[in-house]
């Protein structure tokens, strides 16, 4: 559950952004040494009061078993820019799609505070981390190299949506998604509006299902599946959003859920659509000219 930090908790807070940076650390090298003022070793609860109270940042954090778990600031600035801060999560806690709902409610909260860009930075040597940001719709925009780092700042920012952003969260397993839900949005596409009942059931009995629900309520809004071996190759299937839902960010938000999965890494993926190739291609698709074959269901 993400949430408000409340003074009493920016010690915990600190605690959590620098053990989320040690992993940064212990990978490139920096220690207090050579990298004091990096993150995992100048962040305490004294810097981050004084974020609160003085730069009047927006602070949350998201909480898993009674545990903090997740954080992130906001920096609201001039000409309707903001900067997003130590977005971190803890080690132990990572691969569950928690960075990128934090990501998330930061843009939502963004747009809330009339924020039309969010700026951010990145040790420009994490190449991982700026693709992540990168399939979250972040830009590169510069880098610049400090003498007192011994490594190359990187700068990006997110084009927040015009569009509200909706509140919502991505439940994965088909015994928390409700198959009737799915049969009312797959009677909204071209390619399964025919499925029966049977069909649908089996086909999420034998996959691995991922529904969207918005937090204010039970309906679900968007819906995907796949198949893999989980060895060399995944399949994306179904894809959908409800039509009343659609333009909001949940298409993006699911297809980047499913394919940062530490279970689909480094597989590969395929699909098939016949008009969202530009969506797909910014999560690494490419269309295969002359290499894919399809064999039809009817054709024996």
């Excluded at 898993?64 to 778990?69: H, I, N, P, R």
């Excluded at 997003?84 to 934090?102: A, D, F, K, M, W």
């Excluded at 409700?178 to 399964?192: F, G, K, M, P």
Aim: negative net charge; hydrophobic residues 35%.
């Amino acid at each position: 559950m993400i949430r408000e930090v409340k003074r009493e908790e920016l010690s915990a807070c600190a605690d959590l952004i620098r053990k989320s940076f040690q992993t940064v650390a212990d990978e490139f090298g920096f220690t207090r040494e050579n990298a004091p003022r990096f993150t995992a070793f100048a962040t305490t609860e004294e810097r981050l009061t004084w974020q609160m109270e003085s730069e009047h940042r927006l602070m949350y954090l998201d909480e898993e078993d009674d545990e903090v778990c997740g954080y992130y600031s906001l920096l609201l600035r001039d000409r309707n820019e903001c900067e997003l801060g130590n977005l971190s999560v803890l080690p132990e806690y990572r691969h569950r799609g928690i960075g990128g709902q934090l990501l998330h409610h930061a843009i939502k909260t963004a747009g809330e505070q009339d924020c039309t860009v969010m700026n951010l930075s990145i040790v420009e040597e994490n190449t991982v981390l700026r693709k992540w940001y990168e399939r979250y719709g972040a830009v590169h925009t510069g880098m610049e190299k400090f003498d007192f780092f011994p490594f190359t700042c990187g700068y990006m920012k997110i084009i927040l949506p015009k569009q509200g952003t909706m509140d919502f969260r991505i439940v994965e397993g088909a015994d928390r998604i409700s198959i009737d839900e799915v049969i009312r949005l797959l009677r909204t596409t071209y390619w399964a509006n025919k499925r029966s009942e049977e069909q649908i059931r089996k086909s999420m009995d034998n996959s691995s299902c991922y529904g969207v629900y918005l937090n204010d309520g039970q309906k679900l809004v968007g819906f995907a599946r796949v198949i893999s071996d989980f060895a060399t190759t995944y399949y994306l299937a179904d894809v959908v959003i409800d039509p009343d839902c659609r333009h909001r960010g949940l298409g993006k938000a699911l297809v980047s859920h499913i394919v940062s999965l530490p279970e689909y890494a480094g597989l590969r993926g395929l699909l098939l659509t016949k008009d969202a190739h530009g969506l797909y291609e910014k999560y690494g698709f490419e269309t295969a000219d002359g290499r894919a074959m399809v064999k039809s269901p009817n054709h024996g």
